[in-house]
């Protein structure tokens, strides 16, 4: 039951109690309203760098299992949430949510009012925080938390890439993909081999002429954390890539990049998107799509407006009319700004996927 502190950028303090590690974690503070999932989302990489708020009152309460997972680790920084519990109902779970993050050496804070806190961060913007169990000194949490950067400007991206290329799939498939590799989530990979596609990963930095050595039928863009903006060796290979006009698909992180390199910028959002239930409509079937997100950046509606010959905007969010997918008007090229995958979230837009794979056998057509 020991103390834990959490101050938010703006003086904002909390007083709750100790979980995970005990120590210090320092991020750009963000919030997640999914009431399923919170495994799949601690381990999605394009958390990188963020504290994490969980708006579900419970946490903890189906314990960890290893095989939810879409990383080799915990990727947020640090988590705050209202209830924490050890004591839970999954016989299938490998550990209690504890032992899990003493595991990964995550520090974290419970016993606030998330309520409040998200009220506050949704009205004021996202911001930095400190989160602590061993500085109990407010002064001292100040001074630590000057020393924070900005997730504006920040690149991310090649701390949480691959380090080596590898491959997955089939290796004796006439499907081809190559992966561009920004932070992607396990899940995404799962669905591209579940359609046939034989994989191979790189790392971010990749130059394009190896990634073009294995041959490649079509190109991912991965998710990813940081500021798509910071990224100009990816937008230069992305560049690179188009016009060879083989089909490219990017999500998340990968429809910014895309959408930078075709000459459409991005901006930060006030608080982003992150959760298991933002209604999407497809502009072009004119269906609606309940989806999974988890962006703190946007492609500028304004961008777009700029350069009618650019994109054509096939999904917008139903919530904040923010662009949610593009497809270019020049490349073979298109995108998605949420997470088709979903793990944790629905189903509704995996058809995204059969898209890509079917036109990439056209393309080999």
């Given at each position: 039951?020991?103390?834990?502190?959490?101050?938010?950028?703006?003086?904002?303090?909390?007083?709750?109690?100790?979980?995970?590690?005990?120590?210090?974690?320092?991020?750009?503070?963000?919030?997640?309203?999914?009431?399923?999932?919170?495994?799949?989302?601690?381990?999605?990489?394009?958390?990188?760098?963020?504290?994490?708020?969980?708006?579900?009152?419970?946490?903890?309460?189906?314990?960890?299992?290893?095989?939810?997972?879409?990383?080799?680790?915990?990727?947020?920084?640090?988590?705050?949430?209202?209830?924490?519990?050890?004591?839970?109902?999954?016989?299938?779970?490998?550990?209690?949510?504890?032992?899990?993050?003493?595991?990964?050496?995550?520090?974290?804070?419970?016993?606030?009012?998330?309520?409040?806190?998200?009220?506050?961060?949704?009205?004021?913007?996202?911001?930095?925080?400190?989160?602590?169990?061993?500085?109990?000194?407010?002064?001292?949490?100040?001074?630590?938390?000057?020393?924070?950067?900005?997730m504006e400007g920040l690149e991310l991206a090649s701390v949480v890439t691959t380090s080596e290329?590898?491959?997955?799939?089939?290796?004796?498939?006439?499907?081809?993909?190559?992966?561009?590799?920004?932070?992607?989530?396990?899940?995404i990979l799962q669905c591209f081999v579940e359609r046939g596609a034989y994989l191979k990963v790189?790392?971010?930095?990749?130059?394009?002429?190896?990634?073009?050595?294995?041959?490649?039928?079509?190109?991912?863009?991965?998710?990813?954390?940081?500021?798509?903006?910071?990224?100009?060796?990816?937008?230069?290979?992305?560049?690179?890539?188009?016009?060879?006009?083989?089909?490219?698909?990017?999500?998340?992180?990968?429809?910014?990049?895309?959408?930078?390199?075709?000459?459409?910028?991005?901006y930060k959002m006030h608080n982003g998107h992150r959760g298991i239930n933002h209604p999407v409509?497809?502009?072009?079937?004119?269906?609606?799509?309940?989806?999974?997100?988890?962006?703190?950046?946007?492609?500028?509606?304004?961008?777009?407006?700029?350069?009618?010959?650019?994109?054509?905007?096939?999904?917008?969010?139903?919530?904040?009319?923010?662009?949610?997918?593009?497809?270019?008007?020049?490349?073979?090229?298109?995108?998605?700004?949420?997470?088709?995958?979903?793990?944790?979230?629905?189903?509704?837009?995996?058809?995204?996927?059969?898209?890509?794979?079917?036109?990439?056998?056209?393309?080999?057509?």
């Amino acid at each position: 039951m020991r103390k834990a502190y959490l101050l938010l950028e703006d003086g904002t303090f909390f007083e709750g109690l100790s979980a995970g590690k005990i120590g210090t974690a320092t991020g750009e503070v963000c919030f997640n309203t999914g009431m399923t999932g919170y495994q799949e989302v601690f381990t999605d990489p394009s958390y990188y760098g963020q504290v994490l708020v969980a708006t579900n009152a419970h946490i903890g309460n189906y314990g960890t299992k290893d095989a939810d997972t879409q990383s080799e680790k915990i990727q947020i920084a640090g988590f705050i949430c209202k209830n924490f519990t050890n004591k839970y109902s999954r016989p299938m779970a490998d550990l209690s949510i504890q032992d899990y993050f003493e595991k990964e050496n995550l520090v974290a804070i419970h016993s606030i009012d998330t309520r409040s806190l998200v009220k506050h961060i949704r009205d004021k913007g996202a911001m930095n925080c400190i989160i602590s169990s061993e500085i109990t000194d407010k002064a001292e949490l100040k001074e630590a938390l000057k020393a924070v950067p900005s997730m504006e400007g920040l690149e991310l991206a090649s701390v949480v890439t691959t380090s080596e290329p590898y491959t997955m799939g089939d290796e004796n498939s006439d499907l081809r993909i190559a992966v561009l590799d920004f932070g992607t989530k396990k899940n995404i990979l799962q669905c591209f081999v579940e359609r046939g596609a034989y994989l191979k990963v790189f790392p971010a930095k990749t130059p394009v002429e190896e990634v073009n050595a294995f041959n490649p039928d079509g190109y991912f863009l991965s998710n990813g954390p940081g500021d798509p903006a910071s990224m100009d060796y990816a937008v230069d290979s992305i560049k690179e890539i188009l016009p060879i006009n083989k089909p490219v698909f990017g999500i998340c992180l990968g429809h910014q990049l895309l959408c930078l390199s075709l000459g459409i910028g991005t901006y930060k959002m006030h608080n982003g998107h992150r959760g298991i239930n933002h209604p999407v409509k497809n502009l072009v079937s004119g269906k609606s799509e309940i989806t999974s997100q988890n962006h703190g950046f946007g492609v500028s509606p304004q961008a777009i407006a700029e350069n009618p010959d650019k994109v054509e905007v096939t999904h917008m969010n139903l919530n904040d009319d923010t662009i949610e997918g593009i497809r270019s008007k020049e490349y073979n090229a298109f995108s998605v700004q949420y997470h088709p995958e979903a793990c944790p979230g629905p189903h509704d837009s995996r058809y995204l996927f059969d898209q890509f794979i079917e036109e990439v056998k056209n393309s080999k057509k």
